[in-house]
C-alpha cells in the first residue's frame, strides 16, 4: 500500500512538472500553430525575406517589452513607455543640427542628442520611481499621471507639426543593415540575450525576481528594495528612448504622429510570453514569443484578408487566453 501511494506521489509531482513546463512555455507553441498555419495558407512564409520583414515589425515592440518587463517583474507598471519614447525623439532630433524650421537652432552633433535622448528617458524612469517609492503615490495613478504629462509636452513641443529629415549619423540604427539583416534586428537580439543572461545569472536579477515575488522575504533578506525598483523604471525608460531612436532612424522624421497605440500591445506581448502581472515570475525569451506572437497574428489576419478592426479583437482574446494560464499557473505555485 506504500509502494503505491509513493508511486502516486512520485507520478503526481512528474506531471505537475510536465504540466508546468507546458504552461511556462506554451506561447512558443501557439507560434508555431500560426507559423504552420501562415505556411499552409501563403507558400512564401517561409521565405527569408518573409522572415526579416517579421523580425523588423518586432523590433520597436521587442525593445519596449524588454524595458517594461523589469517593471512587471518587480510587480510595477510602466504606463510612460510609449510617452517616453516619443519625447526622446522629439527633444533629440529638436535639439540635432539640421534644416527643418521646427529645430531648436543649437545645431548639436548627432552623437549628443542621441545621449541626451536616452538620457532622458532615464529620467523620466527615475521620476516614476520617486513618485511611487520616495512620495508613496499610488503606482498606476503616478505612472499615468507622468505619462499624460509626458505625451502632453511631446505633442506641446511641436504643436503637431515634424522635425524631417535627420541627420544619417542619427539614423544608422533604423535605416542601416549589414546584407540583408538591419541592425535594428541585430540590436534586438543582442538586448534580448544581454538581459536574459543578467535577469538568470546575476545577483541583480535574482533581486529582481525575489522582490516581485516576495517583497518582504526581499528585505528581510537585505535586498536593496528600493534601490532595485528604481533601476528597473530607469532602466524601462532607457529602452523606452531606444525604441524611439530606432523607430525615428527607421522614419527619418520626429513627431508625436508616430504614436500607433503601443502600449496596450506591449503589455499583452508581455502577459502572453508569460510575464505575471503579480511579479516575481517569467522571463525576457517568452516575452519576446509574445512580441513574435502579436506580430504573427496581425500577419495572419492581413493575409487573410480579414476586416482589421478584427485584429484587436483576436487580440483581446489571446490576452485573456494568456491572464487565464497566468491565473492556472498561480494557483499551481
Do not use: H
Request: glycine share 10%.
Amino acid at each position: 500500500m506504500l509502494k503505491e501511494n509513493t508511486k502516486n506521489i512520485k507520478f503526481s509531482d512528474f506531471s505537475n512538472l510536465i504540466i508546468k513546463r507546458i504552461l511556462n512555455n506554451i506561447v512558443w507553441f501557439i507560434v508555431l500553430f500560426f507559423a504552420i498555419i501562415l505556411s499552409i495558407i501563403n507558400e512564401n512564409f517561409l521565405s527569408i525575406a518573409n522572415f526579416r520583414n517579421l523580425l523588423i515589425q518586432c523590433v520597436i515592440m521587442g525593445i519596449l517589452v524588454l524595458g517594461e518587463s523589469f517593471c512587471l517583474l518587480v510587480g510595477y507598471f510602466d504606463l510612460t513607455i510609449e510617452a517616453t519614447m516619443l519625447f526622446s525623439i522629439i527633444f533629440s532630433a529638436w535639439l540635432m543640427v539640421g534644416t527643418s524650421k521646427l529645430r531648436s537652432g543649437l545645431d548639436l552633433p548627432p552623437s549628443i542628442c542621441i545621449i541626451i535622448g536616452l538620457l532622458l528617458g532615464v529620467f523620466i524612469g527615475f521620476l516614476q520611481y520617486l513618485f511611487i517609492i520616495k512620495i508613496k503615490m499610488n503606482p498606476f495613478i503616478a505612472s499615468l499621471g507622468v505619462q499624460m504629462t509626458v505625451l502632453g509636452f511631446a505633442i506641446l513641443w511641436l504643436k503637431g507639426g515634424s522635425i524631417y529629415p535627420l541627420a544619417s549619423q542619427y539614423r544608422f540604427l533604423g535605416d542601416k543593415e549589414i546584407g540583408i539583416i538591419p541592425y535594428s534586428v541585430i540590436l534586438l537580439i543582442v538586448l534580448y540575450l544581454i538581459v536574459n543572461y543578467l535577469l538568470n545569472n546575476t545577483t541583480f536579477g535574482r533581486s529582481v525576481y525575489a522582490v516581485g515575488g516576495n517583497p518582504t522575504a526581499a528585505r528581510a533578506s537585505g535586498i536593496n528594495f528600493g534601490r532595485t525598483i528604481m533601476i528597473c523604471f530607469m532602466v524601462s525608460g532607457f529602452f523606452a528612448a531606444v525604441a524611439g531612436w530606432v523607430l525615428a532612424g527607421r522614419m527619418n522624421s520626429a513627431s508625436p504622429l508616430l504614436s500607433s497605440g503601443i502600449l496596450f500591445n506591449v503589455f499583452a506581448a508581455a502577459v502572453i510570453g508569460g510575464i505575471s502581472l503579480s511579479g516575481g515570475r517569467g522571463n525576457v525569451l517568452g516575452a519576446f514569443g509574445g512580441v513574435l506572437l502579436l506580430v504573427l497574428i496581425n500577419n495572419a489576419l492581413n493575409l487573410m484578408n480579414v476586416n482589421p478592426y478584427w485584429v484587436q479583437v483576436a487580440r483581446g482574446l489571446v490576452i485573456i487566453f494568456a491572464l487565464f494560464i497566468d491565473s492556472i499557473k498561480s494557483r499551481k505555485t
